[in-house]
């Protein structure tokens, strides 16, 4: 279970901050793997229109966002954006991060591909505004509904503070505590219990890839799909991106990653090695082993019938697992 948290606040140590580190902070305690993007001190440029991502999916610009963030917020299970209020809404920094999930947006709208993960990722708000107006919030609410769909995020809440001005105002707030663990327990327990699934290949990069998307769009509720590499290549086999988006499944932003990172320090309830060779002793201790012997190729016809038959393989195991 993966929580990213976007901090807003150009303010290093404001009420921002202190909101979304105290919140950080309990979902690690409930188990969660957390990281936190302090978003003004990221390159992160405005959207300049150039409309490439409604063609093709990606953005031509060359920062942050495609240095990292769009593969982080592709990795979350929880997304938790902070911000202070300016101006009746996020910050100008965070609006341009929101701005350019429009490449997340397109390729889910215009070119009809579908995040794994879009059916289970949860979206969640903290904000604070120094004035007491009754609207403060209505702005951010309605920014917020369009970036957690344009991210595949259900919009599931938020905690939100009017009176609070200068730095140190949010640690004064006696309900504090209780309100972010009340929030934490209702955001994280759709994610908690979930069976713990590793899928390897040699480079990561394509045959469990498969396997990992197919698991988190079936049964993402059920299971915690992760997937890497042995000797991580350094991007996604092009024929199997192809022959899962002609399935309408959006590989997007999915970069092959070492065992240590996929697992970030968890041991798996299960390791299923989906190419021929087998890596399980390398492995730190997980409870079960398999071996599926899929084979890729770079003959298209072929690729498309190794999909199939990793799908077909995933609902059986996933219908065992039940
Ligand atoms: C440029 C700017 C615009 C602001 N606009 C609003 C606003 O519209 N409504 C409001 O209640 N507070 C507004 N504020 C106050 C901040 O929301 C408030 O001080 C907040 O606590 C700052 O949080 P931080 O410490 O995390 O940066 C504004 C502050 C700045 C600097």
């Known amino acids: 279970m993966r929580v990213l948290g976007l901090q807003g606040s150009p303010r290093k140590k404001g009420n921002t901050y202190y909101l979304l580190t105290q919140f950080l902070e309990e979902c690690q305690k409930q188990g969660a793997d957390i990281q936190l993007v302090d978003v003004c001190r990221k390159k992160i440029e405005p959207c300049m229109e150039y409309i490439l991502c409604e063609k093709k999916g990606i953005c031509p610009i060359d920062d942050d966002m495609k240095r990292g963030i769009y593969s982080m917020l ?25 701005d350019r999930t429009q490449t997340l947006w397109a390729r889910k709208y215009k070119l009809n591909l579908t995040d794994p993960n879009r059916l289970w990722r949860k979206g969640f708000t903290l904000a604070v505004g120094a004035t007491r107006g009754k609207n403060l919030f209505e702005g951010l609410h309605l920014t917020m509904k369009y970036f957690y769909d344009a991210v595949g995020a259900s919009d599931v809440g938020s905690l939100t503070y009017r009176q609070i001005e200068k730095p140190g105002d949010m640690q004064r707030l006696p309900s504090l505590q209780q309100d972010i663990e009340t929030a934490v327990t209702a955001l994280l327990l759709p994610f908690q219990g979930r069976k713990k699934v590793l899928f390897t290949d040699a480079a990561g990069s394509c045959l469990a890839q498969m396997a990992c998307a197919f698991t988190q769009l079936i049964a993402g509720d059920r299971m915690d799909a992760v997937c890497a590499g042995f000797q991580p290549s350094d991007r996604l086999d092009p024929v199997m991106v192809q022959v899962m988006e002609e399935k309408g499944i959006d590989m997007g932003f999915r970069d092959p990653l070492s065992v240590e990172d996929a697992l970030s320090g968890k041991t798996p309830d299960i390791a299923i090695s989906v190419g021929d060779v087998p890596h399980h002793d390398v492995l730190p201790g997980s409870l079960r082993f398999d071996t599926w012997n899929f084979q890729a190729s770079e003959d298209i016809y072929q690729m498309r019938q190794v999909r199939d038959a990793i799908e077909a393989r995933v609902k059986a195991f996933i219908q065992q697992s039940a």
Do not use: C
């Not at 954006?81 to 991060?97: E, W």
């Open 74 to 98: 592709r990795r979350a299970d929880v997304i938790v954006t902070a911000t202070p209020i300016f101006f009746y809404n996020t910050t100008a920094q965070l609006k341009a991060l929101i």
